[in-house]
């Protein structure tokens, strides 16, 4: 079973800092996916990546298979990124489903 | 426009009373998946299912059923809900790309057993 690590579990910034979220994992993947997920909102999957790097506005995401290493990069950070951001990875093609992290806090002060 | 839904939003139920979840999906996704949430626990498989009439157990799984009649719904039903079952549950579908699986989230549905 895939152990699924992030770090920092929480985080706090000022406003347009650049924001870096780390996920490790421990057993190969067939993709690693990154979350959004508003206070008492639904679940906004942000990229999902088996190689290299993803941009999509002012986000980035990082994957190294060798080290079984992701990050997921915020550059000018905005009060409205504040929200719980969430590692996940799937198996065999993620046909049995996925394994999450716990999740990194963020929040982005004005 | 491409969803996944969700109902109830909120319930609140009492102990033993049965109750389903109900999750459909508009984009003819064969995968479709539950999950629940916990604070310091994160989110956990409860079921998953591949098709039609397939469906398997996931990480958590005891205390509740599904069923896959047809494509688009995929319900989660608590024959005998427990306190313990309190949480806030997710349903995902699932598309193939390049090799693996992107998934599509419902807005979830927040459960209280009293």
Redesign the interface.
Known sequence: KNEVEQSPQNLTAQEGEFITINCSYSVGISALHWLQQHPGGGIVSLFMLSSGKKKHGRLIATINIQEKHSSLHITASHPRDSAVYICAVSSGGGADGLTFGKGTHLIIQP | EAQVTQNPRYLITVTGKKLTVTCSQNMNHE?M?W?RQDP??????IY?S?NVEVT?K?DVPEGYKVSRKEKRNFPLILESPSPNQTSLY?C?S?F?????????????TRLTVV
Request: charged share 5%; aromatic share 24%.
């Open positions: 995968y998946s999950y310091g626990l994160g989110l956990r498989q998953y591949m398997d996931g997710f995902a699932s193939l790309s390049s090799g693996s699986y992107g998934y599509t989230f419902g807005s979830g």
